[in-house]
């Protein structure tokens, strides 16, 4: 039974490129939610797909966009990218589209020089 | 707005020691409480969760914790450490409106002295 997969595991951009991000859920998992990991810090909720649409949104810029994908995968964009953006971005899934348990993948360790 | 604070910022113990790491939380309505613990190189993994029912509850690897609703509260305890539960460790929170958006205290790490 396969966890939640992320790529690419390492990253570097510099100021002011685009970066995706991918997520991949757990067997049987319909729901992303995406979430960013500053250094030091707990997770930040960056918001959560379900059925292909964009469910709920945490207090992150437009510049953080996503996607979801008939099976379930998804991709999380980041448009001009600066310095504070450089942090662990997670990728957790669930069932159901709301509260349910999320189960969290590796992370994708974004750098922006 | 909700929020969710870990006392402890760094936990120092030696191995049999007795661990108990604070949680608080802010918001008014139902919510489900997790911990979720982060080992070295690891990712994220659960704890723990809290749903309903028996406030105290018990994870793996030897974990408990208690939800008091009175005190907004949601400690985690282990009887006795072991070295291998050197970590870091994060409280979450989520709301009975809050959909899937789980809120994260900024964690404890733990460290265990053989």
């Known amino acids: 039974d396969a966890g939640v997969t992320q790529s690419p595991t390492h990253l570097i951009k510099t100021r002011g490129q685009q970066v995706t991000l991918r997520c991949s859920p757990k067997?049987?998992?319909?729901?992303v939610s995406w979430y960013q990991q500053a250094l030091g810090q707990g997770p930040q909720f960056i918001f959560q797909y379900y059925e292909e649409e964009e469910r709920q949104r945490g207090n992150f810029p437009d510049r953080f966009s996503g996607h979801q994908f008939p099976n379930y995968s998804s991709e999380l964009n980041v448009n001009a990218l600066w310095l504070g953006d450089s942090a662990l971005y997670l990728c957790?899934?669930?069932?159901?589209?709301?509260?349910?348990?999320?189960?969290f993948g590796p992370g994708t360790r974004l750098t922006v020089l | 707005a909700q929020s969710v604070s870990q006392h402890n910022h760094h936990v120092i113990l030696s191995e049999a020691a007795s661990l108990e790491l604070g949680c608080n939380y802010s918001y008014g309505g139902t919510v489900n409480l997790f911990w979720y613990v982060q080992y070295p190189g690891q990712h994220l993994q659960l704890l723990l969760k809290y749903f309903s029912g028996d406030p105290l509850v018990k994870g793996i690897k030897g974990f408990e914790a208690e939800f008091i609703k009175s005190k907004f509260s949601f400690n985690l305890r282990k009887p006795s450490v072991q070295w291998s539960d050197t970590a870091e460790y994060f409280c979450a929170v989520n709301g009975d409106n809050q959909g899937g958006k789980l809120i994260f205290g900024q964690g404890t790490e733990l460290s265990v002295k053989p």
């Open positions: 957790a899934s669930s069932l159901g589209g709301g509260s349910d348990t999320q189960y």
């Open positions: 067997s049987g998992h319909d729901t």
